[in-house]
């Protein structure tokens, strides 16, 4: 059974950090490009961040650039999203996305979790 569960998010401040995790079983994080998206109220799902299979790659929205980090932990079969300098904007249900594309493809989806940035 392949799951993907992100923890760690929660209630921030306007300018503080928060760190996110996406633990991965079923599934070697190390065969798939890991993405985080995020949804936010009445918004489309936004790509945040991306780093591709062999984690020497990273890319990020505009929005986030410069502010957030996404890594991986292979042996932990974890990703992360390093989130600084936070704004209300950047309030949304945070998603883990694992994807191998090819004749194996596959696309999985965690559940989410709440980042809320408020004073």
């Known amino acids: 059974q392949v799951q993907l569960v992100e923890s760690g998010g929660g209630l921030v401040q306007p300018g503080g950090s928060l760190r996110i995790s996406c633990a991965a079983s079923g599934i070697t994080i190390s065969r798939y490009a890991m993405n985080w998206y995020r949804q936010a109220p009445e918004k489309e799902r936004e790509l945040v961040a991306v780093?591709?299979?062999?984690?020497?790659?990273?890319s990020y929205a505009d929005s986030v650039k410069g502010r957030f980090t996404i890594s991986r932990d292979n042996v932990k079969n974890t990703v992360f999203l390093e989130m600084n300098s936070l704004k209300p904007e950047d309030t949304a249900v945070y998603l883990c996305n694992a994807v191998r594309g090819g004749n194996n493809y596959a696309n999985f989806w965690g559940q989410g979790t709440q980042v809320t940035v408020s004073s």
């Open positions: 780093t591709t299979s062999g984690g020497g790659s990273t």
